[in-house]
């Protein structure tokens, strides 16, 4: 007669040990998953007393697996993978056409949802789940198919495919430079921008250094500028919003902007917009690049891409 089954850990133990092993950082896994450092560090000790051998090191500054700890990993780290594989495989046969994308809410709101209808009237059988966030997401535990992201141009993740290139001009709505030649505050080169109200998005992470004001100033050699005023916002999209009501001049990526700037609805200033070294592009979660509603939806994206850069 078989003896019962041992228990298994938790899931969850199972998760938390295989992401702090992989970063070696309780900190990382824990933004990872959406935890703090303390309850990861919890999940660690619960499982340590499961198995009943220590899985960690903790050291000054550092951490490192024992020998039983990695071990542990190597067994681990690939099961869960093919747990997740599993579960990616149900679901799409469950729901063979509902394609998740995740982008960041900028572009979401100024140029997927516009656009989104037409992609509809030409595959009206794929069902489309928007997923707008600035956070980095784990694709397979979220089972999101394609992320939309925009990187420096030569370090994009292996396996991304290229959609469109970034470019990027001061812009102002039509009726702002109207009232700005009427009160004799003219834009007609890059050092007038400091008699002017500037629209600032508001990087509390530090990832667009590049489309902040003092870096577009520095470039045109425009040192120790106070400009006339400024309004902040905490989302890009509300920046363009701002300017599109004529509160003041924004930094317009072409990308975003580009319809605006052919209904007439924005103004680019100074030469209009210019290339920088970043693009957007389509990164696929594990097995979904050969899907066929996947591979419709990235043609879609290049084609209204290309054919807005024209």
């Known amino acids: 007669m078989h003896s019962p089954a041992r228990p298994l850990p938790p899931l969850d133990l199972l998760v938390g040990f295989e992401s702090a092993a992989r970063h070696l950082s309780f900190t990382r896994a824990a933004g990872e998953l959406f935890l703090t ?45 093919q747990l997740r594989d599993a579960t990616r495989k149900v679901r799409e046969a469950r729901s063979r056409n509902v394609l998740t994308v995740t982008t960041t809410v900028s572009f979401a709101s100024l140029w997927l949802v516009p656009r989104l209808s037409r992609f509809r009237k030409q595959r009206p059988e794929i069902d489309v789940r928007i997923a707008a966030t600035t956070e ?10 394609l992320a939309i992201r925009d990187v420096p141009m030569g370090n994009a993740p292996p396996g991304s495919a290229f959609l469109v290139g970034e470019r990027l001009a001061a812009v102002c709505s039509a009726e702002y430079l109207r009232e700005a030649k009427r009160a ?20 509390a992470k530090g990832r667009f250094a590049w489309l902040s004001w003092p870096r577009w100033l520095e470039t045109h050699g425009i040192e120790d500028a106070a400009p006339a005023g400024t309004i902040t916002y905490d989302q890009y999209d509300q920046v363009i919003q701002a300017a599109l009501l004529g509160q003041g001049i924004a930094l317009g990526r072409g990308s975003l902007v580009e319809q605006y700037i052919r209904d007439k609805r924005l103004v680019p200033l100074f030469g209009g917009l210019q290339d920088i070294a970043r693009g957007f592009h389509a990164i696929f979660a594990r097995g979904a690049r050969e899907r066929p509603e996947v591979q419709a939806f990235v043609e879609w994206l290049r084609a209204e891409m290309a054919r807005e850069t024209a």
Not at 55 to 72: I, M, N, P, S
Not at 189 to 198: A, G, K, S, T, Y
């Open 136 to 145: 980095v997401l784990d694709m397979e535990r979220e089972g999101i198919d």
């Open 37 to 81: 450092q303390s309850a990861v560090s919890r999940q660690i000790q619960a499982l340590e007393e499961f198995v009943g051998v220590p899985l960690f090191e903790r050291r000054h500054k550092a951490l490192a697996l024992t020998a039983a700890g990695a071990q542990y990993y190597r067994t681990v780290a690939p099961m869960l993978q």
């Open 184 to 203: 004799k505050k003219p834009l007609a080169r890059p050092q007038d921008v400091v008699n002017h109200v500037l629209l600032l998005y508001q990087d």
